[in-house]
Every structure is written in C-alpha cells, then in structure tokens.
C-alpha cells in the first residue's frame, strides 16, 4: 500500500526548498552574448532595419501608409506581427518582389499607431469595430492558462472580433498565505510554462483566421512568467501601478559549479527564446537581458525625442541608467529589492516602460483604454462569453483540487487486510484502483492549472507515479491469486 502519510511529509519539506530569493551577488561569469540570428537576407526575403538596431529577416504581409505585416523566425520561432513604419529605419525589399508590390493590406479601419486609435467614428450606429475583451486575472499557469485563453480566443473568431484585448493582472502567487512576494524574488523558468501559452498568439491565431487580429494587452501585473506574455505583443499598454518583472534569476539558477560550458548553453536556451518573443513583438530583445540578468547594464538614451536602449553606463546627463551590474559596490541593498527600487535587474513600471517605448501609454480603467484604442465610440464589445469561460475554468479548477485532496483521504482509508480472504482483499484492491483512476482522470483534465507545489504539499502523485502504483496493485493481486 502507498505510504500516504510519508509522500506528504516529504512533499511538504520538498516544497520548502522551492522558495529561494535571489541574493544580489556572488554570481560567476559574464552575461550570455545575445542569440545570433542569420547575417544575411536569403533569396525571397525583405529585411526591416529598425531604428534600435534589430533585423527582421522574413516576408512582408501586408503593407499600409503606416505598418507593416511581417512574418519571420527568431530562435526557431515562427511569427507573423505588425510593426510600424515610424519605428523602421530601412526596408530592404526581395530582389524578386520590387518595391510596391508587396501584397495589399485587407481592407480595415486602421489608420493610427494601434491600428485602431485614429478610426473615424462611425455614426450609422450598425459598422463598428468588433473587439473581444479577456480578463487574464490569478495565478500564471493556473487561472491563467492555455485552455481557457484558447477557449476565449475561439469564441472571438465566431465573433469576428478585429480586436483582442488581454487585461492581464497576474501579482506573484500566494505561497502559504505571501501575497506580496518581494519583487527580487524570481522565477524565469516558468518561461517553459509560458511556452505553452505564447503559440497561441504567435503561431495558432496567424494559422486559423483568415484576417488576424490585432492584439492589445493592458499590464496591471505581470510577475514571473506572466511577464513574458505582454512580449510578444506589440501594443502594450500599464496601469499606474503595474509591475512587470521577476525574471532576475536565470544567470544564477544553474549555481556557479559543475561545467561551464552545459551552464551557459542552459542561459542561452532560454535566453533565446524570450528574446525570440520580444523581436516577434516589435520590441528590443536587451529588454530580457535586463529582466534576467543580474549582471547586464542597461542604459537609455533619447535621439530626435525618441528613446532607444544600448548597453553600458549612461553616455550623457540625460541619459538614464536602468540596470546595473549589480556586482560589488553596485549590489542592491535589501531593502532595496524588496521595495522594488533595485537596479540589479530590470522591474518595469509605468514610467520605466513608457520612457522606453515599451508601453504606449497609461490607464487606469477599462473607458480610459477604450479612449485609447478609439474604441469608445467606434468599437462594440462582442466578448459576451469571455467572463463565464474564464470563471468556468477557475470553478472547475478549484473543484477538482478538492476532489484530489478528498480521493487521497480515501484511498489512505482502504485496507487490503493480512492474508486470508482472497475476496475482502481484491475489494479493496478494487476500490485503491479505482479511486486512483479518478485522480488521474481528474489530473488529465486539470493538469495544466495545477501547480507541482500544491501536488506536494497535498501529497498527490503525478499521472506517472498512478500509474505505477496501478501496476503494483495489480501484480500484488496475481499473486494472491496464486
């Protein structure tokens, strides 16, 4: 029989481990040079020059007065986005496709930055722009997960939404009751989890919609892997209060022993894909450098009232610092990184991503956004059903973690009794079998949206380690048979 009792004392001191904050030096070698990418435009491709110095390599979409619809690959990661044309330095045009005969844009109502915000009011009270709205509010990776965002992104396809704004509100989670971890703590791996997210604005959405829509995301939290998610998307918009960050751990989760070389290829992996993430969204990938690296320095300078990013001090009095090495005398103090207000590692807020270009601008509710867009008046809300998907899936969640609690008190409650009767013990054995068949059913289903730490602290088994009690069970009962 499974030793219940032990698998939660275990889990629980296993879990514990999981919570380390990052300290502010010590750490060993120098920041990863930025992926490389190819130096060269193939036959058939157009390159975009931006005015930050990055290089598109792909194939123009679709082309207005004032964007570009590109698609590419970053880091093995396939992209379509729209990029602006003030924010392009140079398009290089495939010899093969002559300037002008880029394919023509479908016909829509984007004029201004956004695509959306210069639309001309509409006054026959029927044409509007159709947008969906998405309240990505919990936990990233339970709440804020794949099916449900699926879920709510289908729905907008069958209400030819032209517009998905995601409201994404996801503040550290509550370990043991620690709403309010400080921001150094740091969780860049969950990038493995927001993988499981990101193709669905990247790659699935370009895939299935005939007319793509544009994607807006509004940050009022975006801590650990939620802050990958607003990457990828080119119009970024802040609350007052948001918060964007902890990532700062990736140079230092690996330790300072064992072989350097098998280190670094582990920061590049995921170094790469999160910059990968940013190009696909229009932004500058030195952006995760600063999120994840306790030892990149970051500065900001402005040219032609235009901000752009590069790497060092700051050249001028009018520049601005916004990462330090964090080495020395530069380590932030602790109660500089819990307050927020270190510069070890990039937290962006409402300012620090406006000044940069990340964000493209401020507001405080759903109206001031919507003023933005150019959508108070020009827009229609078809996202009907995206509140009962969301809340569908967090009630569902929140069910099956009390039924796994409920099934592991039951299955500890059965007795397979001392060798005797053969038909007492294949009842219970019946019965383990069986309550071990829910829990995977339930895991199955769930799986996504349950965080490992609450399977430990719980003491349930993952869907391997069932099927491996299943096993033994049933080899205990051939040999009672025998």
Do not use: C
């Amino acid at each position: 029989m499974m030793q219940w009792n032990g698998w939660k004392s275990f889990g629980r001191a296993a879990a514990a481990g999981l919570l380390i904050a990052v300290g502010g030096g010590g750490v060993m070698g120098g920041a990863p040079a930025l992926a490389q990418g190819q130096n060269q435009a193939e036959p058939g491709q157009d390159v975009l020059i931006f005015a930050n110095g990055t290089v598109m390599y792909g194939k123009i979409v679709s082309e207005t007065a004032s964007s570009i619809r590109f698609k590419g690959k970053s880091h093995g990661l396939e992209f379509e986005t729209e990029y602006q044309k003030a924010n392009i330095l140079e398009i290089k045009r495939a010899k093969d496709a002559p300037a002008g005969e880029a394919k023509p844009a479908t016909p829509s109502r984007d004029t201004g930055r956004t695509g959306v915000k210069n639309a001309p009011p509409v006054d026959d009270g029927v044409t509007k722009t159709p947008y969906y709205w998405i309240k990505l509010d919990g936990n990233f990776g339970e709440q804020i997960t794949q099916t449900p965002i699926r879920q709510a992104i289908d729905d907008a396809k069958k209400q030819n939404a032209e517009v998905i704004i995601l409201e994404l509100d996801a503040a550290w989670k509550d370990f043991w009751g620690m709403e309010d971890l400080p921001d150094d703590y740091a969780a860049f791996d969950e990038i493995f989890r927001a993988e499981d997210i990101v193709p669905i604005i990247t790659q699935e959405v370009p895939r299935d919609w005939d007319n793509p829509p544009k994607f807006v995301i509004w940050v009022k939290q975006a801590m650990g892997g939620s802050a990958l998610l607003p990457m990828v998307i080119n119009d970024v918009y802040f609350s007052s209060n948001a918060r964007l960050g902890g990532l700062g751990d990736l140079t230092i989760m690996f330790g300072n022993t064992g072989d350097e070389v098998v280190r670094q290829k582990q920061i590049s992996l995921r170094m790469g894909h999160a910059q990968g993430w940013a190009i696909a969204g229009g932004h500058d990938p030195r952006i995760i450098n600063a999120l994840a690296d306790i030892q990149y320095t970051l500065s900001v300078g402005f040219r032609d009232g235009k901000p752009y990013l590069y790497e060092g001090m700051p050249n001028s009095a009018s520049d601005e610092l916004l990462t330090d090495d964090g080495m020395g005398p530069n380590v932030d103090s602790v109660q500089a990184r819990v307050a927020g207000e270190g510069n070890d590692v990039l937290t962006l807020n409402a300012r620090t991503a406006k000044l940069i270009g990340f964000s493209r601008g401020t507001v405080d509710t759903r109206d001031e956004l919507l003023i933005e867009l150019g959508l108070d008046r020009a827009g229609v809300d078809v996202s009907n059903r995206s509140d009962r998907i969301m809340d569908d899936w967090e009630r569902g969640l929140d069910n099956a973690k009390r039924q796994l609690r409920r099934l592991v008190d039951e299955y500890g409650d059965v007795r397979v009794m001392p060798p005797g009767d053969y038909a007492e013990r294949t009842k219970a054995r019946g019965q383990q079998l069986r309550i071990l068949e829910s829990m995977k059913s339930l895991l199955r289903r769930w799986g996504e949206g349950i965080d490992v730490l609450f399977l430990r602290m719980n003491g349930i088994p993952s869907e391997e380690q069932i099927n491996v009690q299943q096993e033994a069970i049933r080899l205990q009962q051939l040999s009672d048979r025998k």
